[in-house]
């Protein structure tokens, strides 16, 4: 017994060795510099002590862009009520707005993972008004009711004229945990997880006057006796889950490097909107003039709303590449960075438009998408 527990003996001594020597390698890595960093090392940010704090503010400029939200068509012929020739649909125009980015975080004293809190807001109002060519003419789209406006199903209104307004609210928040890490001394890949919350705002108002009427010499809404036809369309987007994503940076010379960020999320939440389509036929308009025998509804204003939700998972993308520039003060206490990117994020599935009729539906799989520069300073101490 006793020789067998002394032929045993130089394995437990290669155990004790190999384990000392682990132990070591990790205490001696807390004090790598980037350029001596080995693969899979902690990324440090050169700041002296063992817990910091960061905060990041920066500006965006950025445009909201959206599906199935078409407000007309453009027809080329203006004697035709039946269907549009050489039809072209009409999307609303959107314009670029400034919003912003805000967050926070803090290195724990585990295994130096981080905690971040980040917040991102944009606010986009863009109003335009189209006229038509002569010999075209505009044609509310299919998601508006237009039954409401001559009491007739097979036809058509023609207008001359289409002001829309469009506003996008967007706010996200992301609850995120990371650890930043080398791959090599010029090379960061650093993946992060945590939890991505999106509220979403948009509405559409377009508004149509100037009507045409083949063989008749009036306009039932006409802009001179306060006449228009109007839809209103609004969608609201709420939504929570999980978030997992990748942040890259490719060190080179004077402090500059390349980065890139690209995250996705499966968010569950609820989708609604709601749609209202309005007619305000002119005081100079009155039913005997398409047919004695009838009466229509549109002498009078009418409207027409359906308002529906729909609870359901949507996913979210983004990706963002862009220059970093850090700066890490001489008593090693404060580091700088800047970034200066661009920022593309998509938002699936939240654009449910209702076709404002009896028979009902919705659109299925068209989103929301931003897209634009960004410009973020940060501190770390």
Request: a negative charge; glycine letters at 8%; charged letters at 15%.
């Amino acid at each position: 017994m006793n020789v067998r527990y002394l032929k045993q003996l130089p394995i437990w001594m290669a155990v004790l060795g190999l384990h000392a020597a682990a132990s070591d390698r990790k205490t001696a890595m807390q004090d790598y510099n980037p350029s001596d960093c080995a693969e899979l090392c902690w990324r440090s940010n050169g700041i002296e002590c063992e817990e910091s704090w960061d905060i990041n503010a920066g500006a965006i400029y950025f445009q909201a862009r959206a599906q199935g939200v078409d407000v007309a068509q453009l027809s080329q012929d203006r004697n035709n009520t039946s269907f549009p020739v050489n039809g072209i649909g009409i999307q609303p125009e959107e314009s670029l707005w400034w919003g912003f980015k805000v967050g926070g975080g803090y290195k724990l004293f585990r295994q130096d993972w981080r905690v971040t809190v980040d917040y991102t807001f944009l606010n986009t109002v863009t109003n335009t008004e189209l006229t038509a060519a002569y010999g075209s003419a505009y044609i509310p789209s299919i998601y508006s009711n237009q039954f409401i406006g001559d009491g007739l199903v097979n036809g058509f209104l023609l207008f001359n004229n289409i002001e829309v307004g469009v506003r996008n609210v967007i706010n996200n928040i992301q609850i995120l945990a990371n650890r930043p890490t080398y791959i090599d001394k010029r090379v960061e890949l650093s993946p992060f997880y945590g939890l991505d919350l999106s509220f979403i705002t948009r509405r559409t108002v377009s508004v149509f006057s100037n009507d045409f009427i083949p063989g008749q010499t009036f306009q039932e809404y006409a802009t001179q006796f306060g006449g228009f036809f109007q839809n209103y369309q609004k969608w609201s987007w709420w939504g929570v889950g999980p978030t997992v994503g990748l942040l890259t940076k490719w060190f080179l010379d004077y402090d500059i490097s390349l980065y890139g960020r690209v995250y996705g999320s499966l968010n569950y939440g609820s989708s609604r909107v709601r749609t209202s389509t309005f007619s305000k036929p002119g005081v100079n308009v009155t039913a005997f003039a398409f047919n004695p025998t009838a009466v229509y509804g549109y002498v009078t204003p009418q409207e027409a709303v359906i308002d529906n939700t729909l609870f359901q998972f949507a996913p979210e993308f983004s990706y963002q590449l862009g220059f970093n520039w850090s700066k890490l003060t001489e008593n090693k206490d404060l580091l700088l960075q800047f970034n200066l990117g661009y920022e593309a994020t998509y938002f699936f599935n939240i654009i449910k438009t209702i076709t404002n009729e009896a028979a009902y539906r919705i659109e299925d799989g068209a989103g929301l998408g931003i897209q634009g520069l960004i410009l973020q300073g940060s501190i770390d101490f």
